[in-house]
Nanobody
Framework: QVQLVESGGGLVQPGGSLRLSCAASGSFVSINAMGWYRQAPGKQRELVAGITSGGMEDYAGSVKGRFTISRDNAQNTVYLQMNSLKPEDTAVYYC??????????????WGQGTQVTVSS
């Protein structure tokens, strides 16, 4: 019903930058929130940044000032600009989209993840 396609991961040196993208497609009435989570091996998945369809943003304290989340509502796409990357940012990054379906229920969908590795 809803598909998410992630892109933009890769290998960068400390201090470098990456931009992640996640595009939603399928059948839904509206998107009320989009966000990025990350998970390192052996660790729980954690929220990195979230944004509502109206543009209100939230960030984890560890990335505030370095990462910026944005969205293109017309294209149902969310981005994560990551600057000043640190080794501790290394993880698989997942996008999540909360949609309102034609039933009016809100349902969360997850992307398949993209690997971000920060190392020298």
């Amino acid at each position: 019903q809803v598909q998410l396609v992630e892109s933009g991961g890769g290998l960068v040196q400390p201090g470098g930058s990456l931009r992640l993208s996640c595009a939603a497609s399928g059948s839904f009435v509206s998107i009320n929130a989009m966000g990025w989570y990350r998970q390192a091996p052996g660790k729980q998945r954690e929220l990195v940044a979230g944004i509502t369809s109206g543009g209100m943003e939230d960030y984890a304290g560890s990335v505030k000032g370095r990462f910026t989340i944005s969205r293109d509502n017309a294209q149902n796409t969310v981005y994560l600009q990551m600057n000043s990357l640190k080794p501790e940012d290394t993880a698989v990054y997942y996008c999540k989209v909360r949609v309102r379906g034609y039933s009016t229920f809100y349902v969360d969908y997850w992307g398949q993840g993209t690997q971000v590795t920060v190392s020298s």
